[in-house]
């Protein structure tokens, strides 16, 4: 493990023109080798607090140290220490997977033996040694985002921030790159800052989770922890008849909040939890409310992120707000 290279960040603000404050007063904690999870929706601040982690904006008020080195003040500290696969990529189609890695590995100063090994090193690692020597403009997206991937690793960083590492990858590619994130955690000690749009990313890979709201972290902890805090178990139904919809909706209601469903059917927490089944199938016989489908469903992280920010989380999540 690496001492003292983790993340610690207090009362971290930054506000922009028109009094627009995007991160308002965030503290975070990240111990060296642990993978941390930061979810949020559309203009949540989750985006303008990485910029300030990896140097790239500066704070408004607060203070954030990042592999031991305070980003507003030692930021060229910061950059050597990091690694970063961010959500644009900055590859060149008419250079080989080879020559992108000689490059990265030169501007960070490696000497040319070093870069080379290193490069062919990583290449494996993310499985594109057999694609090295072929232009990028030929990769597949998938094959794109792992090259970003062993870019950021060339110079071996203590600290790695991954921005949507793996948005537009097949499950194939994605479950591959979850478990180099994993093995560079728990084998190299390397401490992992990870942003997803894909919350079951986050409860496999994630040692804790932060949720950012309007500029807040309104919830914090491991998977498990969060998911155990919601409590209640989800019954979802689908009416037989599409009509019934609202029917179904309203005799569900009798036995808990509402919770997020498909737009076809309707679901609720149960106040009493999964004993409270038969107690509902009898309330819809009696109704006379015929369903497709029901079934009863775990607390997720998906139903931890609507409670605590009221939204679900949009796949599509652009630029915030600046």
């Not at 290193?118 to 072929?134: F, K, P, Q, T």
Request: glycine share 12%.
């Amino acid at each position: 493990m690496r001492d003292g290279e983790g993340i610690e960040v207090r009362a971290l603000e930054r506000e922009f023109k028109g009094g627009i404050r995007a991160v308002d007063g965030v503290d975070i904690d990240v111990a060296p080798g642990e993978i941390y999870g930061f979810l949020g929706p559309n203009g949540a601040g989750k985006s303008t607090t990485v910029l300030m982690l990896v140097t790239l904006l500066p704070p408004t008020a607060g203070r954030a140290r990042v592999a031991g080195f305070d980003v507003a003040s030692q930021g060229a500290d910061v950059r050597r220490a990091i690694g970063a696969a961010l959500q644009e990529s900055a590859l060149d189609d008419f250079l080989t997977g080879y020559e992108h890695m000689d490059l990265q590995g030169g501007l960070h100063g490696l000497p040319k033996a070093e870069r080379r090994r290193r490069g062919d090193e990583l290449l494996e690692r993310v499985g594109l040694a057999d694609a090295a020597g072929r232009k990028v403009g030929g990769y597949s997206g998938g094959m794109k985002r792992r090259l970003d991937l062993a870019l950021a690793l060339i110079h071996d960083p203590s600290v790695l921030f991954l921005d949507e590492p793996t948005t537009g990858l097949d499950p194939q590619s994605r479950s591959a790159l979850w478990g180099e994130v994993e093995r560079l955690a728990r084998e190299d000690g390397v401490t992992v800052f990870l942003t997803t749009q894909y919350l079951e990313e986050a409860d496999v890979l994630a040692d804790r989770v932060g949720i950012i709201d309007h500029g807040k972290i309104v919830a914090e902890g491991t998977p498990s922890a969060l998911k155990a805090s919601i409590g209640k178990v989800s019954l979802e139904a689908i009416p037989a008849n599409p009509q019934d919809r609202d029917r179904l909706e309203a005799a569900l209601a009798r036995f808990g909040e509402p919770a997020a469903s498909s737009p076809k059917g309707a679901a609720v927490r149960l106040d009493a939890g999964a004993e409270e089944l038969a107690d509902v199938v009898r309330a819809l016989d009696s109704e006379g409310i015929a369903v497709s489908d029901l079934q009863l469903h775990q607390p997720s992280l998906d139903d931890v992120f609507l409670e605590k920010t009221g939204r679900s989380l949009d796949v599509d999540d652009g630029e915030e707000e600046k």
